[in-house]
RNA sequence: GCGGAUGUGGUGAAAUUGGUAGACACGCUAGACUUAGGAUCUAGUGCCGAGAGGUGUGUGGGUUCGAGUCCCUCCAUCCGCACCA
């Protein structure tokens, strides 16, 4: 019988599902090793064959580490809160729960199919009430707190309050919004309202008035990653500044340490570097400067180059700054209102693409320059943004460019600090050179500079060495109805937090899914009665977004039914973090971010032992669609062939690639596929075929080139699909999907099942002894496949397995002790296909996946001779086989007495002979 | 502009520390068997050349007996960030 993949697939499923062969239990006799994959977000299209490759790969993984005697924990779940399901029950008012759980259904089936080893008693979903209670959990506790500086560890807010009860706000080393000061006695006579706005500038996840981008379309804020050039990631609508009160988390007081410890994580280094520009941070100083006219008023800038102090000649303000309407002259005021309103009306996108225009006004105020006591002018200017550092620069027109072109423009002065250095024509923008017309600078290089001007600066008062962070606080509410409520009501509008035996708070039912008349968040909409906890005067309204659940779900898996705690200490004490997480690289910045942010929130609170959560990360890359197109001649419903379609004036059409074959296109069924094709025509090419174009791009349905997993799985079964997708190239790397290939890998399992059975199905593996030949190709493919799998290079375990099946075709093997620790090496690729195999030859009961990987013996490799090349000049110009007995010197000899070596040397005598024994013998003439 | 990654046959790709470039597949060519089938088997397949041979890992240079691999230059593609002070 030939291998029935149907079958063994169909058996092999229902066995695992029954035995709880994946179940995992905390084992403390064994290693552990945790490998986890980003879980989906599950999306009603389903898994395509894109979704599966970095499944597949950790399935790969936790496998083979299974068979290496690790406990291994590799479980699955669901980001099931999000956007689409909610915009589905706008559309039908179906609760999104209904379509999340008919899509997760889905998934689960898709995934299944797959083989996948995954412990579903341990799945979890983010929008379930038992999860989402633990989410609102690590909230409170983050509500609760505060990071102290001191220390550099976030803690209980409640230090922070016993600090002011006895000395107010004199002392404080804590990362906070604003310095507000206090003391003790005055803190202690301010009410709950006043102290709450107090602590609310200290807390971790705190509420504030803060510009947030509003997404009107979305009626939602939306966070910085969630905006890709002015318009929404999703849906791709434009995208305002607004003025909200906003839940943040405080992850600003984490940018140090998140830097820093990326130093430690075994990620790729494009990751790690578009973390640290995210994080992007500056070192300089910041500096004072006083407005001439208004003595109580100062402008603090931020400058990464301190050294060039004494080249600025004027100061520009972001048109947003705080300061500009109180300082502009009355002869100025129109123009500058009018600047302000022209920024503002324009879209961040517009502001962002005009770069080469510079525009600007003077305000009529100036400022005094700190050192030199000279006025200098002040300026207002779109290229000064008001989010970044203090939203004022001190302009250095001859070190940098776009103070330089400014001061071109507007005729400013530029003077030049730079000793015999020209800026006729540019600034001098690098780090080099030395300072001149600076007083205390005088001749000292930049480097030396940068250390002396903060110095002085810091001895005159006038401002201090400071580090900057483009790293802004995470805007942590959405005006959204699925996603986790905050577990928070308010009193006189200030926010308490909800008592632990109340959690969760489950979301209330809504008449409706969309913002209330008033403008509020569909929960406001909900019923006091209706919310499962209802003090104070109301809820919050807002929900958690979309990175709350996902920024721990990975402690969850170690403990999904634990209904105390959120993880037992024992159990976290165990697994310990991800040792391999394998996902996307579109969460560079967001989830990976958010969630070592979070691990070393809850590691300074001591609930867990490590403070990052992902040791290892493989990102891999996309599997991009093999579109198709058919030609339409412009006006007409005839369609061209591509050979002959520069004939016309055509446009290209996509066409579902499920009905193209091979390039060529079904008529028939492309006129059954849409009703405006039901009565085309086609030009076709000499053959009488239609052919289509094709290109490669990215998978999506409007694109019709979406191949799903299951089609591929009932034609050829999820061991050569898993087999083929790993077969494809590195992981990490993008690469167009083409079913053409799959056909080669389904027949290496078919060559692989022919060794193992008859034509009949019966067994056909003996216990003869092994060749010598078929030992050392079972031993060479241990080494080279354990050695691939511990550095992740799953696709060279494939080629191995089909070296090794084609030289035991060859050697006509059929031993049992080759043959059985072959198929425990294939296992973790074809899990199915191996069991079946399992079985056959003689292990009436259990599971392949209880044995041990094979070891590698060096014993079976070794040779009595190898086959040296001899190169000439390097060049490769025959071979020879000689002894591996054989010294250097012997080596030689025999070498330079061949004809063939008389023959290269054509007769010129070498100058020297390389001999590497067991590698190499090179000529040099 | 800054940063990161990648450039190898017709295609996907191998080559772990410098040591036979193109393994393993797909595709293609020829042949065999054929109830013409998108099945199976055999042989060939980097390029130029009838052949001997020459040549070849984006470009140009360097180090080395020897470079796809190390160093420098430039080019191209992809990704991220970007008036970041």
């Known amino acids: 019988m030939e291998y029935n993949f149907r079958e063994i697939e169909k058996k092999w499923i229902k066995f695992w599902s029954e035995n709880k062969s994946y179940k995992t239990i905390e084992d403390a006799s064994k290693e552990k090793y945790y490998v986890l994959d980003m879980f989906p977000y ?120 016993s600090h002011f009860d006895v000395k107010g706000s004199d002392g404080i080393q804590a990362h906070q919004d604003e310095h507000i000061e206090f003391t003790a006695s005055e803190w202690n006579v301010f009410d709950h309202k006043q102290k709450e706005a107090i602590l609310q500038c200290y807390r971790i996840a705190y509420l ?126 129109d123009a500058v209102t009018s600047y302000i309103e022209k920024t503002a009306n324009r879209s961040e996108r517009d502001r962002q693409s005009d770069v080469k225009n510079i525009t600007g006004e003077f305000t009529g105020a100036y400022a005094v ?75 000292l290089d930049i480097q030396k500079a940068i250390i002396r001007s903060i110095q002085e600066i810091e001895h005159r008062g006038i401002g201090k060495g400071k580090t900057n962070y483009r790293l802004r606080d995470a805007v942590f509410s959405r005006q959204r109805y699925w996603g986790e409520p905050f577990p928070i009501y308010f009193v006189n509008e200030t926010p308490f937090l909800v008592d632990d035996e109340n959690l969760p708070i489950e979301l209330p039912a809504v008449d409706k899914y969309l913002p209330t008349e008033e403008g509020e968040p569909p929960l406001a909409r909900a019923q006091k009665e209706q919310w499962n906890h209802s003090q104070g005067d109301r809820m919050d309204f807002n929900t958690m977004p979309g990175w709350a659940g996902s920024s721990w779900y990975f402690l969850r898996y170690m403990d999904p039914h634990n209904e105390q705690e959120f993880v037992s200490k024992e159990k976290v004490d165990y697994w310990q973090n991800v040792d391999l997480y394998i996902g996307g690289s579109e969460h560079a910045t967001g989830h990976l971010l958010y969630s070592r942010f979070w691990t070393k929130c809850l590691f300074d609170l001591k609930f867990i032992p490590f403070d990052e959560p992902f040791k290892k990360l493989i990102n891999q890359g996309m599997i991009l669609g093999r579109s198709n197109f058919v030609y339409r001649i412009n006006g007409t419903n005839s369609f061209v062939t591509k050979d002959k379609r520069k004939e016309y004036e055509t446009t290209a059409i996509h066409v579902d690639i499920s009905i193209v074959d091979n390039d060529l296109l079904n008529l028939e069924k492309f006129k059954n596929w849409l009703p405006e094709y039901k009565d085309s025509t086609f030009i076709l090419d000499d053959n009488g075929n239609y052919l289509c174009g094709y290109e490669v791009e990215k998978m999506s349905k409007s694109k019709f080139n979406v191949q799903t997993p299951d089609d591929l799985v009932v034609d050829y079964g999820a061991d050569t699909l898993r087999l083929y997708e790993m077969f494809l190239g590195p992981i990490e790397q993008s690469k167009p999907w083409d079913t053409k290939g799959i056909s080669g890998v389904h027949n290496f399992l078919r ?75 294939l296992a973790p690729y074809a899990p199915h296909f191996c069991e079946e195999l399992w079985e056959k030859i003689g292990h009436a009961s259990g599971s392949l996946f209880d044995s041990q990987f094979p070891v590698f013996k060096e014993e079976f490799l070794i040779e009595n001779a190898y086959e040296y090349p001899v190169s000439f000049n390097g060049k490769m110009r025959f071979k020879v086989e000689l002894p591996l007995s054989l010294k250097q010197e012997e080596i030689k000899t025999a070498v330079e007495e061949m004809e063939l070596t008389t023959k290269w040397l054509e007769g010129k005598e070498p100058k020297k002979v390389i001999v590497v024994p067991g590698k190499i013998i090179n000529f040099v003439v």
């Open 42 to 161: 599950p999306s009603g299209a389903g898994l395509h064959v894109g979704h599966p490759l970095g499944y597949i790969a950790s399935d790969v993984i936790a496998r083979y580490k299974k068979l290496e005697g690790f406990n291994v924990l590799h479980p699955m779940g669901y980001d099931s809160f999000g956007l689409p399901a909610e915009q589905y029950a706008i559309q039908t008012g179906q609760h999104p729960a209904i379509t999340t759980d008919k899509n997760i259904e889905r998934y689960r089936d898709q995934l299944n199919q797959m083989g996948f080893c995954y412990d579903w008693d341990r799945a979890v979903k983010t929008s379930s009430p038992e999860y989402y209670k633990w989410t609102q959990w690590i909230f409170k506790q983050m509500f609760n707190s505060f990071y102290d500086l001191s220390e550099d560890c976030t803690k209980d807010i409640q230090q922070l309050v």
């Open 751 to 825: 060559k692989c099942w022919r060794l193992y059975c008859s034509v009949d199905g019966t067994s056909i593996v003996s216990d003869e002894n092994p060749s010598k030949e078929s030992m050392k190709t079972l031993h060479k493919t241990i080494k080279r496949v354990r050695e691939d799998l511990n550095r992740f290079s799953l696709n060279t375990c494939v080629s191995s397995f089909m070296i090794a099946v084609n030289e035991f075709t060859e050697q006509r093997c059929h031993s049992k002790e080759v043959l059985e620790p072959f198929i425990i090496l």
């Open 369 to 443: 320059h700190p050192f030199t006591g000279k006025e200098i002018p002040i300026w207002i200017g779109d290229y000064v943004l008001a989010t970044y550092g203090t939203g004022a620069v001190m302009s250095v027109p001859c070190g940098d460019q776009r103070d330089y072109l400014f001061a071109k423009k507007f005729d400013i002065q530029i003077a030049n600090i730079f000793k015999d250095t020209d800026i006729s024509n540019c600034a001098h923008e690098e780090k080099t050179g030395v300072i001149t017309s600076s007083e205390f600078l005088n001749e």
């Open 208 to 333: 504030s008035e803060s510009q947030v981008n509003w997404c009107p379309k979305l009626g939602t804020v939306l966070a910085n990653d969630e905006i890709s050039n002015g318009l929404s990631v999703r849906g791709g609508y434009p995208v305002e500044q607004k003025v909200m009160k906003q839940w943040s988390m405080r992850i600003k007081a984490f940018a140090e340490r998140l830097l820093n410890d990326l130093d430690q994580l075994d990620w790729s280094d494009s990751l790690k570097e578009q973390q640290r520009n995210w994080i992007g941070k500056s070192q300089g100083a910041s500096v004072s400067f006083q407005v001439s006219s208004n003595n109580d008023r100062r402008i603090e800038v931020f400058t990464t180059r301190p050294d060039t102090i004494f080249g600025v000649t004027f100061i520009v303000l972001a048109p947003e700054h705080e300061l500009v309407l109180d300082i502009v002259g009355e002869a100025q005021k």
